[in-house]
């Protein structure tokens, strides 16, 4: 297991090997913790995913069964093409996350004057070029990079792209390599702060959302409204959804399980 060392010792957070938190607080029991994307997870999402799978097998069917193409396939090769179009959906957003994570990997070495070179996936590279123009126009000063956060108070935890002053603001800041902005990063932004002062009992300036493009090699710099409140409340009626789940799954075990 993974672990990581917070609040000057006192806490021990770890991941087992089923991606599982568990964190030990003042050497006491080992508690299961669950994670920001977890419980932001639980945001329903379903009429934006469904439109995007339609928009997704549309164009695997598309590129698959070209207009004025006439053939006949055996049962071998219409198993692939059921894969392939079954799957389509999948194979994108797996792209989408090695690209982001070459991006962030690329970022956080540029930060720490780490020698890296530029990836050569298209799209990867485009990023990585947004991140060097967005650096060069501002003045960085990272104090955490990947750092894993960990609300006590709250029970749940996440890792963090960016803690340091940006044009001499202290900036909690993550890095985006999505088409456009969504509501979930001031979800995220929003738990994060709260977990950082917290612990450091420093209060965050401004959350930032930074997205480097995939498409144009642009970034966009964008400063959260001072909404964090608002934020945060909702972030917490999800953990309370999440938690809601959670207890109600078991009951009915325990249910089915009696019956």
Known sequence: MDKSTLYNGRVELGMDSRHIYRARIDGGKSLHVPNVSTIIGKKDKSNALMFWQRKIIGQAI???FPVGTTFRMDEIQLNKVQETITNAATIV??????????????AEKRLS???????????ALNACIAFDSWLSSNNVEPLHLERQ????????????DFIGKINGKLTLADF???KRLYNDHFLQASAYAEAYTEEFGLEIEQRAVIRFCKETGNFEYHVLTDSHERDFAAFQAL????????????EIREMEKAA
């Open 62 to 64: 598309s590129k698959t």
């Open 93 to 106: 957003s797996d792209e989408a996350k090695e690209i982001g994570t070459l991006a962030h990997t690329y």
């Open 113 to 123: 004057n780490i020698p890296v070179d530029l990836p050569a996936h298209p799209e």
């Open 149 to 160: 956060l960990f609300s006590m108070r709250h029970n749940y935890c996440g890792t963090v």
């Open 176 to 178: 985006k390599t999505s």
């Open 239 to 250: 953990q309370q959804i999440y938690e809601y789940e959670k207890e109600t799954q078991k």
